[in-house]
């Protein structure tokens, strides 16, 4: 079955401080690869996507993404944290039609 | 232009009874899916719907549960006799073409039981 792990549940970090979160994926097909951010009681919010092309990805607030097709790999960085970006980051895979998979989410506390 | 819409935001309701949760797509979105989200573990798909159709439903519980996406109007997902169990936060979002660009998610509804 295809799947998304990611591998750190909580990742504390100091404001200022550059941050990766980590995510690899299980697939043997062409993949379509996605960071979503959530923050406290609201929906998932699209931070950055990888369809194909470049491997490196731009998202919106600072973020980044490199798809690694040999590691099977989507980590997610940004060189220096804000304490607006304490929330909860989810990975996803989706193939042509199939409903996105998740991963159980990484929950990025930025310390003051 | 209204993103995803979902009511209630939150939902209380003594097992037993039943659950009915609203969903509004993106104008020009025709896909629509709903996830279900427990504490630490993420999103876990239950179906996904266009118009009058059921195109997956492999992560819908047998028993219970239900989903429609009618011409008119939004997406429903119908839990009947409640248990603890189904205390979550239940996501709808929508697409205009099956995924491939990403979703765009509702706030979700926030159901008790009680």
């Known amino acids: 079955a295809q799947s998304v792990t990611q591998l750190d549940s909580q990742v504390p970090v100091f404001e200022e401080a550059p941050v990766e979160l980590r995510c690899n994926y299980s697939?043997?097909?062409?993949?379509?690869l996605f960071w979503y951010v959530q923050y406290p009681n609201q929906g998932l919010q699209l931070l950055l996507k990888?369809?194909?092309?470049?491997?490196l990805v731009k998202g919106i607030n600072g973020f980044e993404a490199e798809f690694n097709k040999s590691q099977t790999s989507f980590h997610l960085r940004k060189p220096s944290v804000h304490i607006s970006d304490t929330a909860e980051y989810f990975c996803?895979?989706?193939?042509?039609?199939?409903?996105?998979?998740f991963g159980k989410g990484t929950r990025l506390s930025v310390i003051a | 232009n209204a993103g995803v819409m979902q009511n209630p935001r939150h939902l209380v309701r003594r097992r037993g009874q039943e659950a009915r949760l609203r969903c509004s797509p993106m104008?020009?979105?025709?896909?629509v899916y709903w996830y279900r989200q427990l504490p630490e573990e993420g999103l876990k798909f239950m179906v996904y719907l266009q118009k009058e159709n059921i195109i997956d439903e492999s992560g819908m519980p047998k028993e219970r549960f239900s989903a429609e996406f009618p011409k008119e109007g939004p997406s429903i997902l119908r839990i009947q006799q409640v248990v603890r169990g189904d205390s979550a936060a239940y996501f709808c979002?929508?697409?205009?073409?099956?995924?491939?660009?990403?979703?765009?998610f509702g706030s979700g509804t926030r159901l008790t039981v009680v």
């Open positions: 104008k020009g979105h025709s896909h």
């Open positions: 697939s043997s097909v062409s993949v379509y």
């Open positions: 996803a895979w989706g193939s042509g039609n199939t409903p996105l998979v």
């Open positions: 990888y369809l194909s092309g470049s491997t």
């Open positions: 979002a929508s697409s205009p073409n099956g995924g491939d660009y990403g979703y765009t």
